[in-house]
């Protein structure tokens, strides 16, 4: 009888089997039974789903013989079970309920019971039904409601404002955090106040329209920041992360997102982006800044017919002033010099300081004079008055002090109209004022080509220089302010004269960068500061990296990888050895071209640092973005540690950000022992500059290497 697969029970105890009925029962996912109404559930009928259903062969319930169904029956639920099917025989309706048995292989299973009662011959009560498996159901029941307490969890106690809107500017549905963000004590209030999210919500009534337009055109918005008004009518930045919601039949049904208040970051970025376009000292426009307004103005001159002047002003012999009463004094007199100049502007006129002691004015002049000569003397006679606003006594470190500048102009479109050549006419004109005996002006004329002529006489003597091995390199240690040890070195180039004097870079390097000669120039720094690299691996000095400047031109050229990777390949050190530094003017070209240059400078084991930062523009997000792992401070910040308050919260200020963004800070340009002992404060990690020493020939450095380096 063991081969059979419908068990039945008759009186004459004979089990017989209904092809037809074993076909259909056979198919069902789950087990049909006919038991009666005692303690044990005994079962008069098993079809085969038993076996799959609690591991038992049909045969093994089949009047108790091995096993009962009670027993099989979780014992936590055997009574709520028998309760539920007495009450429903007693009423007259269908068995329906679940609950847990037993498995043979002594898992536990949820199964569903759905059955009538029945008259059975010989028995007072019995039922028939069918009981299924439902385990996998129930798993997937728990699971969606444990998911959902963990959503509504989250939902309530994100920090993050979390909201969905109708797209006619309706809440649905607001957490927590987004009504503390917008102001208000409970969501409620919130949903209740927030009536039209265009007109209430937003600063700018436009914004949501904006907002809804990229929602059903991209789906969603990321980082859509806005300014909104709180519940007390101040004014926060926030960012919104969206998507839209569609129905099953593809109808748009509510936007939902998440909003961040931005408020601090925006100031901080506005502060500064406001520190990278002015002068820390005088809060005047920078040279960023300036060049932005010349070429605006230009456009302006050209569309009006109108004419601009570049004033370019030089304090004369402001050295003098550093040298006897000290940088502080200094300051002092660029502060009050900067502020006579700022009250002797007109609104729209545009005063900057481009240098230690230079400073440049734009006076645009519409087209009210039509004469030349009437232009030409008024612009003389503006800038007469110039001279003797700077030159008026001015009161530093208790006495009275008087300094003249030498001023050069140019005028647009008369010059010329590119404004960067502009201020570079104006540059030559100044520096005639000053071979003229200082304290005077000069316009720019046809005559300062002889400027020009002996920039191209220093122009053939640097070719000379480079095809005759005429440059040299020096190194200027890097001390770690941690443990005082030279932990690396800035290779510097030098020009050697035939007296012996060393021609400084400031010289030749920016008209070197002009003619292109500083393509080749920096290629041959490279290679002799990798051969140095080698050198001193070689006599075991091969744990101190040298660092080399890359122009911005030399940056754009379309050959620097391979140039560096050759260099590379000719020797044997580490790349790590080999730093690049990079300055903030690289940072306006192509973001994508740039960040995929930096990232194939990095791929070859380089270090890249940010070199005189602070002194230009930098864009934030693109310096979290740069593969780079050094910034170093312009030194311009250093001169103010000493004296001013707002100039050493800007330097920690600077370094905080570079910690947070896991670079190394190096400060450059360090002279002081003060200076030193603030940056030990802050937290700043390396120096370099006349404090610890000056840039030294190659075989100096080594000496002061072996030295001064512990073993």
């Given amino acids: 009888?063991?081969?059979?697969?419908?068990?039945?029970?008759?009186?004459?105890?004979?089990?017989?089997?209904?092809?037809?009925?074993?076909?259909?029962?056979?198919?069902?996912?789950?087990?049909?039974?006919?038991?009666?109404?005692?303690?044990?559930?005994?079962?008069?009928?098993?079809?085969?789903?038993?076996?799959?259903?609690?591991?038992?062969?049909?045969?093994?319930?089949l009047l108790n013989s091995r096993i009962s169904y009670e027993e099989i029956t979780h014992i936590d639920d055997r009574k709520r079970v028998r309760e539920t099917i007495d009450d429903a025989l007693k009423k007259g309706i269908s068995i329906n309920v679940e609950y847990r048995i037993y498995h043979a292989d002594g898992s536990v299973r949820w199964v569903w019971e759905r059955g009538q009662g029945v008259s059975m011959d010989g028995y007072p009560g019995a039922l028939h039904g069918f009981i299924q498996d439902i385990t996998q159901r129930h798993a997937n029941e728990e699971a969606m409601v444990e998911a959902e307490h963990r959503y509504r969890s989250i939902f309530e106690n994100a920090i993050e404002g979390i909201f969905q809107t109708t797209t006619d500017g309706y809440y649905l549905n607001v957490n927590p955090a987004l009504a503390t963000i917008y102001g208000y004590e409970t969501t409620d209030e919130l949903q209740q106040a927030l009536k039209n999210i265009s007109q209430q919500l937003y600063v700018d009534p436009g914004r949501r329209a904006t907002f809804v337009q990229?929602?059903?055109?991209?789906?969603?918005?990321?980082?859509?920041?806005?300014?909104?008004?709180?519940?007390?009518?101040?004014?926060?930045?926030?960012?919104?992360?969206?998507?839209?919601?569609?129905?099953?039949?593809?109808?748009?049904?509510?936007?939902?997102?998440?909003?961040?208040?931005?408020?601090?970051?925006?100031?901080?970025?506005?502060?500064?982006?406001?520190?990278?376009?002015?002068?820390?000292?005088?809060?005047?426009?920078?040279?960023?800044?300036?060049?932005?307004?010349?070429?605006?103005?230009?456009?302006?001159?050209?569309?009006?017919?109108?004419?601009?002047?570049?004033?370019?002003?030089?304090?004369?012999?402001?050295?003098?002033?550093?040298?006897?009463?000290?940088?502080?004094?200094?300051?002092?007199?660029?502060?009050a010099i900067a502020d006579r100049l700022r009250k002797s502007i007109r609104d729209g006129d545009t005063v900057a300081r481009i240098g230690g002691d230079e400073f440049v004015l734009l006076l645009a002049y519409p087209p009210d004079n039509p004469s030349q000569t009437a232009s030409t003397d008024a612009l003389s006679h503006l800038v007469k008055r110039i001279l003797d606003i700077v030159q008026a006594p001015c009161c530093v470190a208790n006495r009275n002090i008087e300094v003249t500048c030498s001023i050069g102009v140019s005028v647009y479109p008369h010059d010329s109209t590119d404004a960067n050549e502009l201020l570079k006419q104006a540059d030559m004109a100044m520096y005639q004022a000053k071979e003229a005996g200082r304290n005077n002006y000069k316009f720019f004329t046809e005559e300062l080509n002889r400027i020009i002529t002996a920039n191209l006489e220093m122009e053939q003597q640097l070719r000379t220089a480079l095809s005759t091995g005429g440059f040299v390199l020096y190194y200027q240690p890097k001390m770690?302010?941690?443990?005082?040890?030279?932990?690396?070195?800035?290779?510097?180039?030098?020009?050697?004269?035939?007296?012996?004097?060393?021609?400084?870079?400031?010289?030749?390097?920016?008209?070197?960068?002009?003619?292109?000669?500083?393509?080749?120039?920096?290629?041959?720094?490279?290679?002799?500061?990798?051969?140095?690299?080698?050198?001193?691996?070689?006599?075991?000095?091969?744990?101190?990296?040298?660092?080399?400047?890359?122009?911005?031109?030399?940056?754009?050229?379309?050959?620097?990888?391979?140039?560096?990777?050759?260099?590379?390949?000719?020797?044997?050190?580490?790349?790590?050895?080999?730093?690049?530094?990079?300055?903030?003017?690289?940072?306006?070209?192509?973001?994508?071209?740039?960040?995929?240059?930096?990232?194939?400078?990095?791929?070859?084991?380089?270090?890249?640092?940010?070199?005189?930062?602070?002194?230009?523009?930098?864009?934030?997000?693109?310096?979290?973005?740069?593969?780079?792992?050094?910034?170093?401070?312009?030194?311009?910040?250093?001169?103010?540690?000493?004296?001013?308050?707002?100039?050493?919260?800007?330097?920690?200020?600077?370094?905080?950000?570079?910690?947070?963004?896991?670079?190394?800070?190096?400060?450059?340009?360090?002279?002081?022992?003060?200076?030193?002992?603030?940056?030990?404060?802050?937290?700043?990690?390396?120096?370099?500059?006349?404090?610890?020493?000056?840039?030294?020939?190659?075989?100096?450095?080594?000496?002061?290497?072996?030295?001064?380096?512990?073993?």
């Fill in 214 to 335: 990229l929602m059903q055109s991209n789906g969603g918005v990321k980082n859509f920041e806005s300014q909104v008004f709180r519940k007390d009518g101040s004014v926060i930045w926030i960012s919104e992360n969206a998507r839209t919601v569609y129905g099953p039949n593809g109808r748009l049904l509510y936007f939902e997102g998440s909003v961040e208040d931005i408020t601090e970051r925006k100031y901080y970025e506005q502060r500064i982006s406001h520190q990278a376009t002015h002068d820390s000292l005088t809060d005047l426009p920078n040279r960023l800044l300036l060049l932005d307004r010349l070429q605006q103005l230009t456009k302006s001159g050209r569309r009006s017919d109108g004419e601009l002047a570049v004033v370019l002003l030089d304090l004369d012999l402001f050295k003098n002033v550093n040298d006897s009463l000290g940088h502080a004094a200094g300051d002092c007199l660029i502060e």
């Fill in 480 to 711: 770690s302010i941690s443990s005082g040890k030279i932990i690396g070195a800035e290779a510097l180039i030098r020009w050697p004269m035939g007296d012996g004097q060393l021609i400084s870079p400031a010289r030749f390097i920016p008209l070197a960068e002009k003619t292109g000669i500083i393509e080749p120039l920096g290629k041959w720094v490279i290679e002799q500061a990798c051969a140095q690299l080698q050198q001193w691996a070689d006599r075991g000095f091969d744990q101190v990296p040298v660092s080399v400047n890359l122009s911005p031109r030399q940056f754009n050229q379309p050959d620097l990888i391979e140039t560096i990777d050759t260099a590379l390949q000719a020797h044997t050190f580490s790349p790590s050895l080999l730093e690049l530094e990079i300055t903030e003017s690289c940072l306006a070209q192509d973001e994508t071209t740039f960040l995929s240059t930096l990232n194939q400078l990095k791929a070859l084991g380089l270090q890249i640092a940010i070199d005189d930062f602070g002194s230009g523009y930098s864009n934030l997000r693109h310096l979290r973005d740069m593969p780079v792992d050094q910034l170093k401070i312009d030194q311009v910040f250093a001169r103010s540690i000493e004296t001013d308050k707002r100039g050493r919260d800007i330097y920690r200020a600077i370094v905080s950000m570079a910690h947070i963004l896991n670079l190394e800070v190096v400060a450059e340009g360090i002279e002081t022992h003060a200076e030193f002992e603030f940056l030990q404060t802050i937290g700043c990690d390396v120096i370099q500059g006349y404090y610890f020493s000056q840039p030294l020939p190659a075989s100096d450095f080594l000496d002061l290497l072996k030295t001064a380096q512990p073993k």
């Fill in 1 to 61: 009888m063991a081969d059979l697969n419908l068990y039945t029970v008759h009186s004459s105890n004979e089990l017989q089997r209904e092809p037809l009925l074993e076909m259909l029962l056979s198919e069902l996912d789950g087990m049909v039974y006919c038991c009666r109404q005692d303690s044990h559930w005994t079962m008069d009928f098993v079809s085969e789903g038993c076996l799959k259903l609690t591991g038992y062969p049909a045969k093994d319930l």
